[in-house]
Nanobody, 115 residues
Framework: QVQVVESGGGSVHPGESLRLSCVASQSIFFNKAVAWYRQAPGKEREMVARIIPSGSTSYPDSVKGRFRISRDKTGNTLYLQMNNLNAEDTAIYYC?????????WGQGTQVTVSS
């Protein structure tokens, strides 16, 4: 069974930064299209960052220029650097990897941005 654990969330003020980490017990982020998602209260889960096997990344306009996804060389860890946070970034953040074709999710980490 693959274990996936996010960390790095917390409460910050607008304009501050956080770096989320997602550590898996298997190499679920290597050479695969993987992503970070978030879900705010009362809203659907949305993708906020994606990285494909080539290393190319993509972001929705709401976070473009502020968020950056990366992974380590082992494929066991996925990161999300979040800068210039604002209240609209408040949500539970989830990482998603892939293991033998199955999407693997962590339990989520809460990010709260308030003044």
């Amino acid at each position: 069974q693959v274990q996936v654990v996010e960390s790095g969330g917390g409460s910050v003020h607008p304009g501050e930064s956080l770096r989320l980490s997602c550590v898996a017990s298997q190499s679920i982020f290597f050479n695969k299209a993987v992503a970070w998602y978030r879900q705010a209260p009362g809203k659907e889960r949305e993708m906020v960052a994606r990285i494909i096997p080539s290393g190319s990344t993509s972001y929705p306009d709401s976070v473009k220029g502020r968020f950056r996804i990366s992974r380590d060389k082992t494929g066991n860890t996925l990161y999300l650097q979040m800068n210039n946070l604002n209240a609209e970034d408040t949500a539970i953040y989830y990482c998603m990897g892939k293991y033998y074709g199955h999407n693997m999710w962590g339990q989520g980490t809460q990010v709260t941005v308030s003044s």
